[in-house]
């Protein structure tokens, strides 16, 4: 056996050994950067002082606040998006709305037709002399030395950076991410999980939402309930402050500077064409842009629903976070958070795909709940059907109890065909000519979670199979009310990765009718429909029951060898004809039945894989 690993590792140290020193020469630069300033497309299509923008309700909006705002008494106007076709034509409308600036900044893009659609908006912005930035984590981002040398020769207006790329390149095959892990763990670790969409300093998009089918619910069979802010107002100069330092940062890499890149472009002096997209699904697409076009559709799903509000702020930590552990002012994001959640007098409303809290956020929540009139904390999370990252759920699934009990949370883990509280709706209804809403039930100010018929494709993670069929959803939003009377909406996981290795960002509203708003939509992702309810496991043999939790809560506490299977708590699922109830009501058991450990879930392997990475991954939890 040792053998054996030993042929398997040795070529692998030879591998980070040669890419370790395989960073170009200033010349190798210097040669590609001449074809680059000697082909580039300099064709403007525009040239008007505006750039030939297309008129906006939501830029214009944002110019409002902006000219209404003060030092004194800033305002701003918000906007909660949380369906996935607005929150995408709201992208289109602004980027053909632009006059002056785009910058970009997201942790995955994806070739698929969400990714192409915006990354052709993108070029068409910057061809009509928009200056257009893209900063893209480069580990999920644009794998493809061929498109990237075109996009390096697109428009003299257009740049992109890939952030931390591995041994310099664009692309990471599986020995280059293998090396990478073993010969620099702490800087290969360290992501860039910002998002954020910034139009000419005045109006942003932060969130959770990156560019792929799966976060836009274009997917045919795995998608993201997911959630963004649009705010335009002063806070776009915390925005465009935040994008500067990490584009000047030096782990934002020109495309000249990446080996493959560098190397396609020195090959080749003559530009390649931009390529037109390949659409899988082309209807949909048009549809789309049909409605981002729309001034009726536009003011129902995007201006109506807006709020007018005073104090916004938008943080981030800085790009140096990991080479600063613990650092003031590179964790700025992550240290406010946790402020806002110790201070915490009523409620915490908690939204979140990975339920595997950091040592100092245990600590705050253990601390809130020893108050003499602790606030209830209520939790929003996925479960092992639900999830693309099992690995990680087996980590929330280990502390269960603790969560329970010592930090009083209140846990609903989403179902995977969560029905949501929004009716199907067609975005082609949405035409033009016809310009409707849906009805009440489902109107833009108040649906949470619209489920459109327009079916894509994605890559990703592979979520367990299940016992049932259909398309179905994981979580993915990041959101947190607190008190009801101010909100964050983010890329903040709430656990150990976001606090200490990736760089985050989100947006922080103080105002009580955006909370309330933010609170709905949150809970009704826990209403019995959408989510299974942890609860303690119901005593039956009230001897050997106490004999069994005592022997749960020694294992629990192990950092290894946790093998004891039965658990503190499981899932329940509520019967028909009953009302709601807290856990801790005495009617729980009256009104819910448990539905196992893992409910749906049809893979034995994966029920296996999780038991194993409780009882040993714990180690992990930080990376996961």
Same mark, same amino acid.
């Given at each position: 056996?040792?053998?054996?690993?030993?042929?398997?590792?040795?070529?692998?140290?030879?591998?980070?050994?040669?890419?370790?020193?395989?960073?170009?020469?200033?010349?190798?630069?210097?040669?590609?950067?001449?074809?680059?300033?000697?082909?580039?497309?300099?064709?403007?299509? %525009?040239?008007?002082?505006?750039? %030939?923008?297309?008129?906006?309700?939501?830029?214009?909006?944002?110019?409002?606040?902006?000219?209404?705002?003060? $030092?004194?008494?800033?305002?701003?106007?918000?906007?909660?998006?949380?369906?996935?076709?607005?929150?995408?034509?709201?992208?289109?409308?602004?980027?053909?709305?632009?006059?002056?600036?785009?910058?970009?900044?997201?942790?995955?893009?994806?070739?698929?037709?969400?990714?192409?659609?915006?990354?052709?908006?993108?070029?068409?912005?910057?061809?009509?002399?928009?200056?257009?930035?893209?900063?893209?984590?480069?580990?999920?981002?644009?794998?493809?030395?061929?498109?990237?040398?075109?996009?390096?020769?697109?428009?003299?207006?257009?740049?992109?950076?890939?952030?931390?790329?591995?041994?310099?390149?664009?692309?990471?095959?599986?020995?280059?991410?293998? =090396?990478?892990?073993?010969?620099?763990?702490?800087?290969?670790?360290?992501?860039?999980?910002?998002?954020?969409?910034?139009?000419?300093?005045?109006?942003?998009?932060?969130?959770?939402?990156?560019?792929?089918?799966?976060?836009?619910?274009?997917?045919?069979?795995?998608?993201?309930?997911?959630?963004?802010?649009?705010?335009?107002?002063?806070?776009?100069?915390?925005?465009?402050?935040?994008?500067? #330092?990490?584009?000047?940062?030096?782990? =934002?890499?020109?495309?000249?500077?990446?080996?493959?890149?560098?190397?396609?472009?020195?090959?080749?002096?003559?530009? $390649?064409?931009? $390529?037109?997209?390949?659409?899988?699904?082309?209807?949909?697409?048009?549809?789309?842009?049909?409605?981002?076009?729309?001034?009726?559709?536009?003011?129902?799903?995007?201006? *109506?629903?807006?709020?007018?509000?005073?104090?916004?702020?938008?943080?981030?930590?800085?790009?140096?976070?990991?080479?600063?552990?613990?650092?003031?002012?590179?964790?700025?994001?992550?240290?406010?958070?946790?402020?806002?959640?110790?201070?915490?007098?009523?409620?915490?409303?908690?939204?979140? $795909?990975?339920?595997?809290?950091?040592?100092?956020?245990?600590?705050?929540?253990?601390?809130?709940?020893?108050?003499?009139?602790?606030?209830?904390?209520?939790?929003?999370?996925?479960?092992?059907?639900?999830?693309?990252?099992?690995?990680?759920?087996?980590?929330?699934?280990?502390?269960?109890?603790?969560?329970?009990?010592?930090?009083?949370?209140?846990?609903?883990?989403?179902?995977?065909?969560?029905?949501?509280?929004?009716?199907?709706? *067609?975005?082609?209804?949405?035409?033009?000519?016809?310009?409707?809403?849906?009805?009440?039930?489902?109107?833009?100010?108040?649906?949470?979670?619209?489920?459109?018929?327009?079916?894509?494709?994605?890559?990703?993670?592979?979520?367990?199979?299940?016992?049932?069929?259909?398309?179905?959803?994981?979580?993915?939003?990041?959101?947190?009310?607190?008190?009801? @009377?101010?909100?964050?909406?983010?890329?903040?996981?709430?656990?150990?990765?976001?606090?200490?290795?990736?760089?985050?960002?989100?947006?922080?509203?103080? @105002?009580?009718?955006?909370?309330? *708003? #933010?609170?709905?939509?949150?809970?009704?992702?826990?209403?019995?429909?959408?989510?299974?309810?942890?609860?303690?496991?119901?005593?039956?043999?009230?001897?050997?029951?106490?004999?069994?939790?005592?022997?749960?809560?020694?294992?629990?506490?192990?950092?290894?060898?946790?093998?004891?299977?039965?658990?503190?708590?499981?899932?329940?699922?509520?019967?028909?004809? %009953?009302?709601?109830?807290?856990?801790? @009501?005495?009617?729980?058991?009256? %009104?819910?039945?448990?539905?196992?450990?893992?409910?749906?879930?049809?893979?034995?392997?994966?029920?296996?894989?999780?038991?194993?990475?409780?009882?040993?991954?714990?180690?992990?939890?930080?990376?996961?």
């Amino acid at each position: 056996m040792f053998s054996h690993f030993r042929r398997l590792i040795l070529p692998l140290l030879l591998v980070v050994t040669a890419l370790q020193g395989c960073t170009l020469s200033k010349a190798q630069i210097r040669r590609a950067d001449a074809v680059v300033a000697a082909t580039v497309d300099r064709q403007q299509s %525009c040239h008007q002082a505006d750039h %030939c923008a297309q008129p906006s309700p939501l830029l214009q909006a944002a110019d409002q606040a902006l000219a209404a705002s003060t $030092p004194a008494h800033p305002v701003h106007v918000v906007t909660l998006l949380g369906d996935s076709e607005p929150a995408l034509a709201a992208r289109v409308n602004l980027i053909r709305a632009a006059r002056r600036s785009i910058d970009v900044q997201t942790y995955i893009w994806s070739q698929d037709d969400v990714g192409q659609l915006v990354l052709d908006e993108l070029v068409r912005a910057a061809r009509r002399g928009v200056q257009v930035r893209i900063l893209a984590d480069q580990l999920f981002s644009f794998n493809d030395p061929d498109l990237l040398d075109a996009l390096a020769r697109a428009s003299v207006n257009l740049k992109v950076r890939l952030y931390n790329p591995t041994f310099h390149k664009a692309r990471t095959p599986p020995l280059d991410f293998a =090396a990478g892990v073993l010969c620099c763990f702490m800087q290969f670790n360290q992501r860039m999980h910002n998002k954020l969409m910034l139009v000419d300093n005045a109006i942003g998009i932060a969130g959770g939402r990156n560019y792929q089918d799966r976060y836009f619910n274009w997917d045919d069979t795995f998608d993201y309930v997911d959630r963004d802010v649009m705010v335009g107002g002063p806070a776009a100069d915390a925005m465009a402050a935040s994008f500067e #330092l990490f584009w000047r940062h030096k782990r =934002a890499v020109p495309l000249t500077h990446l080996r493959d890149v560098n190397r396609r472009i020195v090959a080749d002096h003559v530009a $390649p064409p931009w $390529p037109a997209p390949h659409y899988r699904k082309p209807l949909r697409v048009a549809q789309l842009l049909q409605a981002a076009e729309d001034p009726a559709w536009l003011r129902a799903w995007l201006v *109506e629903p807006s709020h007018e509000v005073g104090e916004v702020e938008y943080f981030s930590d800085l790009p140096a976070k990991v080479d600063d552990p613990g650092g003031k002012r590179t964790a700025a994001f992550t240290r406010h958070i946790m402020q806002m959640v110790s201070e915490a007098r009523h409620e915490v409303l908690l939204q979140t $795909p990975y339920l595997v809290m950091s040592k100092k956020a245990q600590h705050i929540f253990r601390t809130l709940h020893r108050l003499p009139d602790p606030p209830r904390v209520i939790v929003s999370t996925n479960s092992l059907a639900s999830t693309d990252a099992f690995a990680v759920y087996a980590m929330s699934y280990k502390h269960r109890k603790r969560y329970l009990k010592k930090f009083g949370f209140e846990i609903h883990e989403m179902k995977p065909h969560a029905p949501g509280p929004a009716v199907d709706y *067609e975005l082609a209804n949405f035409g033009a000519d016809t310009a409707q809403v849906p009805t009440a039930t489902a109107t833009p100010a108040n649906a949470s979670r619209t489920r459109f018929h327009l079916l894509g494709s994605g890559r990703g993670n592979h979520p367990a199979p299940l016992r049932s069929e259909g398309r179905r959803s994981g979580l993915h939003a990041k959101s947190i009310v607190i008190d009801d @009377d101010f909100s964050m909406v983010g890329s903040h996981n709430f656990d150990p990765r976001s606090d200490h290795y990736n760089t985050e960002s989100g947006v922080i509203v103080y @105002d009580h009718a955006f909370a309330d *708003e #933010l609170r709905q939509a949150i809970l009704r992702d826990t209403e019995p429909q959408n989510a299974w309810v942890i609860a303690p496991r119901q005593p039956v043999v009230p001897v050997l029951t106490d004999i069994n939790q005592a022997i749960g809560a020694v294992s629990e506490s192990l950092p290894f060898f946790d093998l004891w299977p039965f658990r503190y708590a499981t899932s329940f699922d509520l019967k028909p004809g %009953c009302p709601p109830l807290r856990a801790s @009501d005495p009617r729980f058991y009256e %009104c819910y039945r448990p539905v196992g450990d893992f409910p749906d879930v049809n893979l034995p392997t994966k029920r296996i894989i999780t038991r194993l990475i409780t009882a040993f991954g714990v180690g992990a939890k930080g990376i996961l």
